[in-house]
T-cell receptor, first 115, second 120 residues
Framework: AQSVSQHNHHVILSEAASLELGCNYSYGGTVNLFWYVQYPGQHLQLLLKYFSGDPLVKGIKGFEAEFIKSKFSFNLRKPSVQWSDTAEYFCAVGGVSGGYNKLIFGAGTRLAVHP | DTGVSQDPRHKITKRGQNVTFRCDPISEHNRLYWYRQTLGQGPEFLTYFQNEAQLEKSRLLSDRFSAERPKGSFSTLEIQRTEQGDSAMYLC??????????????????FGSGTQLSVL
């Protein structure tokens, strides 16, 4: 069965700390991988995506993620977090065939960054 | 605002009542999706429209749920005989049809702010 697992439900960091959020997936076939972010009071928005090519993808606001096929992982990283990164982060996987019309999301990780 | 809009933002209803939500996608987007999100979980896929055609429905969508997109523009999601377990955030998203090109931005999903349903 297709699934996405996010290892941490809550993460608390101080500003300037490094961030790594884990994401593992189970999916038969070629996958597209995504990280979405939801800032407090706002809608979900795309942070970054991987379709093919360089497994290290860079997104907005200094975030990056690395696709490791052998580990079925797509971890999100940021070298130095800011208070404004406080949000909920969702990893998602979608199929290639016919587009990605059915994303499967993980349960999300709530990140709180303290000044 | 040219994003995806959903109405209402909040809906409180009594068990057994019917409710209807509306989603207005970004105007040029031909694909529309409904997701449901409960507390502590990520969004779960409910159904998908390409233009006016409903092409996929999740098993989560029981017979009490019906979605329409009559003219390929806005969509409605109706829940009949609501149950307490229907309490959730109902999210709508839209996108342009995927062109198959990695460089394309057409595959990006744009989400609305959702409708929070509380069934008492």
């Amino acid at each position: 069965a297709q699934s996405v697992s996010q290892h941490n439900h809550h993460v608390i960091l101080s500003e300037a700390a490094s961030l790594e959020l884990g994401c593992n997936y189970s999916y038969g076939g070629t996958v597209n991988l995504f990280w979405y972010v939801q800032y407090p009071g706002q809608h979900l928005q795309l942070l970054l995506k991987y379709f093919s090519g360089d497994p290290l993808v860079k997104g907005i606001k200094g975030f990056e993620a690395e696709f490791i096929k052998s580990k079925f992982s797509f971890n999100l990283r940021k070298p130095s977090v800011q208070w404004s990164d406080t949000a909920e982060y969702f990893c998602a996987v979608g199929g290639v065939s016919g587009g990605y019309n059915k994303l499967i999301f993980g349960a999300g990780t709530r990140l709180a960054v303290h000044p | 605002d040219t994003g995806v809009s959903q109405d209402p933002r909040h809906k409180i209803t009594k068990r057994g009542q019917n409710v209807t939500f509306r989603c207005d996608p970004i105007s040029e987007h031909n694909r529309l999706y409904w997701y449901r999100q409960t507390l502590g979980q990520g969004p779960e896929f409910l159904t998908y429209f390409q233009n006016e055609a409903q092409l996929e429905k999740s098993r989560l969508l029981s017979d009490r749920f019906s979605a329409e997109r009559p003219k390929g523009s806005f969509s409605t999601l109706e829940i009949q005989r609501t149950e307490q377990g229907d309490s959730a955030m109902y999210l709508c998203a839209s996108s342009l049809e995927w062109t198959g090109k990695v460089e394309s931005t057409n595959e990006k999903l744009f989400f609305g702010s959702g409708t929070q349903l509380s069934v008492l």
